[in-house]
C-alpha cells in the first residue's frame, strides 16, 4: 500500500473519531447538567438541612460522616447518601431495635393488637421509604459524575485525535508519491508477481 494513501486514510479516520469523540462529550455533559439539575432541584425542594455540628442529635460517633454537612441544606447526591446511611439508617436502628422493616411486620401481623408495634412498624416503613428515595437520588447523582469524567475522557481523546490527525496530514505532505507502508514486503510482493 502506497504511503500516501495509508496517510490519508488514517488522517480521515483520526478526524472522524475526533468528530464522534466530541460528539459523545457533549452528549455526556448534557446528560451530566440534566442529571445534576434534576437532582439538585428535587433535593432542593424537600428542604432537608443537617443538623448544626454542635447538635445533640450527631453527637454520637456513628454520626461523624454528618459534621462535613452540618448546618448546611440538602442539595447534591453526595450528600443524600450521606443523610440516609449515616444519619436516618443508624435512627431506624434505635427505633427497630436493630430490627428491619420486614422483619418488624412480621411480628406486627403476628401481633394485630399490639399498636405500640404497629406504630413502630409504620415509623421504620416511613423512614425505609424516605431512605430509599435519597439513596435514589444519590445513584442518579453518581451516574450524572460518571458522566462529566466520561466528558471529560471523551474531549481528551477528540484533542489527540485531532493532533494525531494534524501530524498525519503534515505526514502526508511529506511522503514520497512512490513510497511504501512497509517497503520490503511491497519489494516481496512484487518480485513474486513477475
Known sequence: MRRRTFDAVATIAGLALAVVLA?????????????????????????????????PEIKAPEFAAMHQYAGQMMTNGAQAEVYADHFIANHLKEIGGGKTYAQLSAESLAQPNNTA????VQTVFRGETLRGLLLNAYGWWQMGQIMLISAIVAFCAAGLFLILSGLGFWHLR????????????????????V
Open 23 to 55: 460528539v459523545g462529550g457533549g452528549l455526556l455533559i448534557w446528560g451530566h447538567t440534566v442529571v445534576s439539575t434534576d437532582v439538585h432541584n428535587q433535593l432542593a425542594a424537600q428542604k432537608i438541612v443537617f443538623p448544626p455540628a454542635n447538635s
Open 174 to 193: 511529506r511522503a514520497a508519491p512512490e513510497a511504501e507502508v512497509l517497503p520490503k514486503l511491497a519489494t516481496r510482493v512484487h518480485t513474486n508477481a
Open 117 to 120: 408495634l404497629a406504630q413502630q
